[in-house]
């Protein structure tokens, strides 16, 4: 029972993660044209298009059969509830372009940014958002490092060498479509065809091999198939590990967390009915964005109709470091797979009867306790970029 389970949530989780691929890229062409309008002060129109993918009759089948396996199963709490996720996931990819229907199903798996921080508190994310963009003075950092070349320096060895430290055979692939800066699937980082700043550069690395693949190789080696495949709200809470680690080794900026707010502004506003030219304007004119930043921050929110996945990056990154910095976790035990805040009770259980087991991979950041202003330690303070390709262990 429990192997076929662990197949059904699999082949849903395949065919959910078609969303993600289907809304990841753009035309760069498209994206120029859109950053030298809001450069003119224009009103930018996007002309995108975007095609639903159907979902084979076989795939929705499954769903009844693994709901019923899952309430007669030992680690039903978690299975279920993910499943519940997974039905959203794949009537959303069926929806794509067509706003009515995609902008709720987002906002039900994703928020909208206007959610309270933490329960029983009076700020929302949106508040967080607009007091880091008070804050946070802009800066540009040179774009010095490439995606991959013959030069000594790129963003592919930096990703390989993360990942030999901690024991990860991984790949890395250069995506010229990709609308994000880097993503990660089962095995691999695809990264953009682009020039990275040296800081960007070790941040993404942290944030991709550091976060999202250790703890997905941390899942497949767990006996239940539910940590592989992320429990539910995991997606988002594992947004805010690679987030925390990126603090912990120094590498969260006041421009990546000004990234962060604009996100969010962003995407409140898509929920909100703005359109997708009057937002890129106010985060240029009101906020200080530049131009292409803009294009970047709104492309991401209004992609496929509003399948914005952006709200959660600021939120989960808040409530993951309140969690870990009072002691009511670890990034360790948030790594055992792909694991949730609200799944730690039920991983809990499982663990104590012997059916989850430690992390088989860790980075030396996660291992690390204690937090200081900014979430940065003298020992923890980034290294030259020269010095992480040969001692990775030292960001």
């Known amino acids: ?86 039905e959203t996931e794949l009537l959303l990819l069926e929806s794509l372009g067509r706003t009515k229907q995609v902008r709720p199903m987002a906002a039900r798996l994703f928020g909208t ?18 007091d880091i963009l008070a804050e946070a003075s802009p800066e540009e950092e040179p774009k010095t490092i490439p995606a991959t070349s013959n030069a000594d320096i790129n963003l592919r060895d930096l990703m390989l060498a993360y990942a030999k430290h901690v024991g990860l055979h991984i790949a890395v692939r250069v995506d010229p479509h990709l609308i994000a800066n880097a993503a990660v699937g089962e095995r ?128 989960s990154w808040l409530r993951v470091r309140r969690a870990v910095s009072r002691g009511e976790t670890s990034l360790a035990e948030l790594q055992l797979g792909k694991v949730s805040l609200a799944a730690l009770p039920e991983t809990r259980r499982l663990a104590a009867e012997g059916r989850v087991s430690q992390p088989t991979y860790l980075s030396n950041l996660a291992r690390r306790r204690g937090w200081t202003e900014e979430g940065t330690r003298s020992d923890t303070s980034p290294p030259s970029l020269a010095t992480s390709l040969t001692r990775v262990d030292a960001t």
Not at 115 to 130: I, P
Not at 250 to 264: D, I, K, M, S, Y
Not at 265 to 283: I, R
Request: glycine share 10%; proline share 3%; aromatic share 8%.
């Open 113 to 130: 940014g206007g959610e309270r921080l933490f329960d029983g508190a009076e700020q929302t994310v949106l508040d967080a958002a607009h």
């Open 1 to 86: 029972m429990q192997a076929e389970l662990d197949v059904a949530l699999r082949r849903l989780h395949e065919t959910a993660r078609l969303l993600v691929g289907s809304t990841t890229h753009g035309d760069p062409a498209e994206r120029q044209r859109l950053i030298e309008s809001v450069a003119r002060g224009g009103h930018a129109k996007p002309c995108w298009e975007w095609r639903r993918v159907d979902v084979d009759r076989e795939i929705w089948q499954r769903l009844a059969p693994a709901r019923q396996n899952s309430e007669d199963n030992e680690a039903g709490a978690l299975y279920l509830p993910r499943l519940e996720e997974l």
């Open 188 to 315: 691999t980082v695809f990264i953009a065809d682009r020039m990275f700043g040296a800081h960007e550069a070790q941040r993404l690395a942290t944030h991709e091999v550091y976060g999202h693949l250790v703890s997905a190789y941390n899942g497949r080696t767990q006996p239940l198939g539910i940590f592989a495949i992320g429990t539910a709200s995991s997606y988002g809470d594992q947004e805010g590990v690679a987030i925390c680690l990126e603090e912990l080794a120094g590498f969260l900026n006041p421009a990546r967390r000004r990234t962060l707010a604009g996100r969010l502004l962003a995407t409140y506003a898509m929920h909100a009915g703005v359109s997708f030219g009057d937002v890129a304007q106010t985060l240029v004119d009101e906020h200080d964005f530049s131009p292409t930043e803009s294009v970047t921050l709104c492309t991401r929110a209004f992609r496929a109709g509003g399948v914005a996945r952006d709200a959660f990056y600021l939120a």
